[in-house]
């Protein structure tokens, strides 16, 4: 009898425990903080919420074709997928899971896109079906509200892994967009938002599926 495959809840779950018990009490402490930090400031009710209107912005894939986000609308829902770079265990494995649904999505008529900072990552795996996003400068997410800045003790701590943000994203800037899901319907409307500003928390596939059939 063949094994049962892990579910994203359970890998997500995996992850969580295994960054907690790898990484050193003082850097988990800063990535803590740091989650504290976004809550305090309010970002959650500053994005943008269900029933608001959705920005139109301009995408261009890797062959360099160019269209505005509203065109998609026209076929149908879009499905907003923001995410920090695969150098992100979290963010690597949700869009590996939401690979993992894209013919469920072709049959609702609904489109995905996976949206990031890190260029070498659209680069690198954008198909030409759009699927892959590079957001220059956080543009596009800064327009949904989810963009924050590093501050020193998490610049450090992301320095010390061998991991420049501000190169990563070729910007010269410490900036990072929350991981964050937004179903836009063809009313150009936010349908739906999972939105948190902490990093290993992700929408589940499954249960996104199920919200868009409300609007299909």
């Keep these: 009898m063949p094994m049962e495959e892990t579910s994203f809840i359970d890998k997500l779950a995996q992850l969580r425990a295994t960054s907690c018990q790898d990484m050193p009490t003082p850097e988990l402490a800063v990535l803590t903080r740091t989650t504290a930090r976004l809550r305090r400031c309010g970002i959650l009710n500053k ?22 986000f509203y065109d998609l609308l026209d076929r149908g829902p879009v499905v ?7 150098w992100c265990a979290f963010c690597k494995t949700e869009f590996e899971a939401y690979a993992n649904i894209q013919q469920e999505l072709d ?5 995905y896109l996976a949206i990031s900072p890190q260029k070498t990552a659209a680069e690198q795996e954008q198909a030409k079906n759009w699927q892959i996003i590079f957001d220059k400068d956080n543009e596009i997410a800064e327009q949904f509200g989810i963009v924050y800045s590093l501050e020193e003790d998490e610049i450090n701590l992301f320095t010390s ?23 836009v319907t063809r009313e150009r409307t936010i349908g739906y ?3 948190d500003v902490d990093f290993r928390a992700r929408c589940c596939p499954d249960e996104l599926i199920e919200e868009i059939k409300s609007f299909c």
């Design 47 to 68: 994005c943008l919420q269900s029933g608001e209107t959705a920005p139109n912005f301009s995408l261009v894939n890797a062959e360099g074709e160019a269209a505005r």
């Design 80 to 86: 907003l997928n923001f995410f920090r770079g695969f």
């Design 107 to 111: 049959r609702l008529g609904c489109h």
């Design 161 to 183: 892994w061998g991991l420049r943000i501000d190169q990563v994203n070729d910007t010269g800037k410490w900036e990072l967009p929350l991981a964050a899901t937004f179903i």
């Design 193 to 195: 938002e999972f939105v």
